[in-house]
């Protein structure tokens, strides 16, 4: 039997020869430069298409001086944080963005020392080609190492202290204010929250929305307790809210999480939920459908979230000048409340 010889790929000259445009236009089109036709891009595309033109990478490296490697750069240390579900639905909507492109996607732990001169040799050697940062409090110096490679940087929410140009983040306070105007309708008055941790800008928005809520309906915050986002430190703070406040008749809960912690200690209390405490969460995760009742909530795009950080870092990337986005929230009730 003849062995079938393997069919030779198109150059770049073809391409632009079928598209009836110069090889720099092809070039540019391929390349994902600005300031480029709309006609010109779309002949080049479908050039593209129909020859099965694949660019070779290490040329278009080299030319483009881009490594083809974009990094999601997470302040945190533990390995496990990727199974978290926030962070990783995160993930799936970056990842659905650069499917639809050449570029690898980096995952990056930096908030130890190690981690943080680890990334900081990998971005000075422009080991990629831009930079998505999440989960950063108020002093992180991950913005700093950015700001100083002059390399493409987008944030997934922002810093405590700071307002970065580029930026995706959900409506936090209005969320928060949108959560707790539902309690006050429910006729609660003796309404607490169980803030985030305030070193990041979520907790702290999420804080002053439910304080503009009852400043607006004539009350005052009933009990305050800060804990971090995990179901441990719900249940915590919770604990603490009903010896401080025994007559306590709602909780606003910063993050699903807490609230689930919330909820198991006053189910433990003998508290039952809504009857005696109406109960709210933030996010939306699975675990809102799995509480006992389950959760009342605020729903945040947490999908649209990583991929509208890709989108703005690919924009950045290819030279064009993106708009910050704040998504909206919206409430979604079930039992709790």
């Not at 999601?72 to 496990?80: A, F, K, T, Y």
Request: net charge negative; charged share 25%; aromatic share 4%.
């Amino acid at each position: 039997m003849t062995a079938t010889a393997p069919r030779r790929q198109p150059t770049l000259d073809e391409v632009a020869a079928r598209a009836g445009v110069s090889r720099s236009a092809a070039s540019r089109v391929i390349n994902q430069a600005p300031h480029v036709s709309h006609a010109t891009r779309e002949a080049v595309e479908k050039a593209v298409k129909e020859m099965g033109y694949r660019p070779n990478r290490t040329a278009r490296a080299l030319a483009t001086r881009q490594t083809g490697i974009v990094a999601l750069v997470i302040s945190h240390d533990d390995p496990g944080l990727f199974a978290d579900p926030f962070f990783a639905q995160v993930i799936v909507g970056v990842s659905a963005v650069l499917e639809e492109t050449d570029l690898h996607l980096a995952l990056c732990l930096a908030s130890s020392e190690r981690g943080r001169a680890r990334l900081t040799g990998l971005l000075h050697a422009r080991g990629v080609d831009g930079i998505m940062l999440m989960a950063l409090d108020g002093d992180d110096p991950l913005t700093g190492i950015a700001e100083e490679t002059g390399l493409p940087t987008v944030h997934g929410g922002r810093p405590l202290d700071s307002e970065p140009k580029w930026f995706v983040d959900s409506d936090n306070l209005g969320g928060a204010r949108l959560a707790t105007e539902h309690l006050l309708g429910l006729g609660r008055t003796r309404i607490v929250t169980i803030t985030g941790p305030m070193t990041a800008r979520v907790g702290a928005s999420r804080l002053r929305g439910y304080q503009e809520a009852l400043i607006m309906a004539g009350l005052s915050p009933y009990g305050t307790v800060e804990a971090d986002f995990t179901e441990a430190g719900g249940a915590a703070a919770m604990t603490t809210l009903l010896a401080r406040r025994p007559d306590l008749d709602a909780v606003f809960a910063a993050s699903d999480k807490i609230a689930a912690g919330a909820i198991r200690v006053l189910n433990e209390a003998g508290r039952a939920v809504p009857e005696d405490v109406a109960v709210v969460g933030f996010d939306d995760l699975d675990v809102a459908e799995r509480t006992d009742p389950p959760l009342t909530t605020v729903h945040q795009p947490i999908q649209a979230l990583g991929r509208e950080m890709t989108r703005m870092l690919l924009a950045l990337i290819a030279g064009r000048e993106p708009t910050a986005l704040i998504l909206p929230t919206r409430l979604v009730r079930r039992g709790s409340a």
